[in-house]
């Protein structure tokens, strides 16, 4: 099969020299339709690839192979802004499904907390919900009383009793939690230890 292929970097290839310039995942459908266009004389047929051209550039191309003249002639659009478009779109719609699901677990917290009136239950059920959202491994929830930031649930933490009797002033200069509260938004720190420090920590090498 003789293939013609108008492009600014290849005049003239053979089907395999063809296919070897496109990514493994697409050279199977795209050879089907080269195939299938020589053998059925079919005319417009179309089919896409990506390939990394000389400068290592990753490029997507819609072609279109005719048959003309005892030979399969392919033409190449170049289509990477609409693929960049496409993966735009499609991360922004995965962002919103993520906010979707956030936003309904929240409200799911807050409901349970409304209708619970049993404390024990509602701070087991609250950790339950946040870990859909945000993966963790220790955690604890706190009451604000006066002054004073007392725990009242904890999960994670060797000796569960000591969490518990621990209190926090309120508020409290340098504090993460008198930040957050004051704030009224999350508060991201990559060192609870620091951030933390007046928590009993459980053995960091377990």
Known sequence: ??????????????????????????????????IKTFKNRLIGSEFLINRVESD??????????????????????????????????????????????EAETIRQIAAVIS????????????????????????????FLESNQLRIVGCVGFDDSDQILSLRFDFPKEGSLSTKALTEKHPIFTKNLFAAFPSFIQPDKNK
């Open 115 to 142: 209708a619970s009136l049993n404390i024990n239950e509602t701070i087991n059920r609250i950790f339950r919900e946040m870990k859909k959202i945000i993966p963790y491994d220790m955690g604890s929830v706190q």
């Open 56 to 101: 290592n550039k990753l490029v997507w191309k819609k072609c279109r192979a005719d048959y003309i003249d005892n030979s399969v002639n392919i033409v190449e659009v170049d289509i990477c802004a609409e693929k960049e478009r496409e993966l735009v779109l499609k991360k922004e719609n995965e962002q919103i499904h993520s906010s979707l699901s």
């Open 1 to 34: 099969i003789n293939i013609v292929l108008y492009s600014k970097t290849i005049s003239e290839l053979s089907i395999s020299e063809y296919l070897s310039y496109i990514n493994s995942e697409y050279i199977a459908s795209a050879e089907e339709v080269i």
